[in-house]
């Protein structure tokens, strides 16, 4: 039994140097870095301030566009955050698109998962060929929810979605009812049931693979493992990873090497 939930979804303080997180420093210099024509910032996809994507385009014809959403519990941090993880698909001739978003308390996860879905409509506008969408912490929630049977994806983007990958996502919103970070969020049991992928229904034939790290709470692990054993009860295509010696944090860091596995799953190798 769980006692104390807020110390079940906190990850900094098990993590070493975890106050520190992200580093921005690194992203800022990977842009700064970036060759010019390249780099695509702050295309609206919608009338908030935040509605802004970052596009990164390869040399040459892109293979395709990944989306890459930010976690943050849905309340804190920018696309800008995570710029230099879009090295590795990069370094595969794909393109990658990062949005930004509102947060809570200003906006409610259902409009987050709204905004979302545009941001993937306008994406998709920008560059031809498949789609991957991936999501870290509650950007895995995210990208997972445009694949339920609600999505406001058009049947053209749909057809061109390849995978979803959730990056020690979260699955049920229901136990953040018990958590301070409630406050924020402002969930009542009818909207955390609505916003949990585990609870709703895969489109069909959607392809996702669920990844963690071995060395995260508890909890992010359950709610990965939730994710894969129900939705492949409900017919989609998962797959499920637990990653080596990674916690919340470093989980994402291999999206920077284009020869990572977590690359390799995310473009379908």
Aim: with cysteine; aromatic share 8%.
């Amino acid at each position: 039994m769980i006692a104390d939930w807020d110390d079940a979804y906190a990850n900094g303080a098990h993590i070493p140097g975890g106050a520190g997180w992200p580093d921005l420093e690194a992203p800022r210099l990977y842009r700064a870095a970036f060759a010019p024509g390249r780099l695509r910032e702050g295309i609206a996809y919608g009338r908030h301030p935040r509605d802004r994507i970052d596009l990164f385009l390869p040399e040459g014809r892109p293979e395709g566009l990944l989306i890459f959403v930010h976690g943050g519990y849905w309340c804190e941090f920018d696309r800008g955050a995570w710029s230099h993880y879009a090295a590795g698909p990069l370094a595969r001739g794909w393109a990658v698109a990062m949005p930004g978003y509102a947060l809570a308390p200003e906006v409610r996860v259902a409009a987050i998962t709204r905004s979302i879905g545009a941001a993937v409509l306008r994406a998709a506008d920008l560059v031809e060929g498949p789609i991957v969408l991936a999501g870290h912490s509650a950007g895995g929630h995210l990208v997972t929810r445009q694949v339920c049977a609600d999505s406001s994806l058009t049947g053209e983007v749909l057809e061109r979605l390849r995978r979803v990958v959730s990056i020690s996502g979260l699955h049920d919103l229901r136990p953040l009812l018990a958590t301070k970070l409630n406050s924020v969020l402002r969930l009542d049991r009818a909207q955390a049931a609505a916003e949990s992928p585990a609870l709703l229904w895969p489109l069909p034939g959607v392809a996702v693979h669920a990844w963690v790290g071995d060395a995260e709470r508890p909890e992010f692990v359950r709610q990965t493992t939730l994710l894969a054993n129900v939705w492949t009860g409900l017919g989609a295509e998962m797959a499920q990873t637990i990653a080596a010696g990674h916690h919340h944090f470093s989980v994402i860091d291999p999206l920077t090497d284009p020869e990572s596995d977590l690359v390799a799953a995310l473009l379908g190798d």
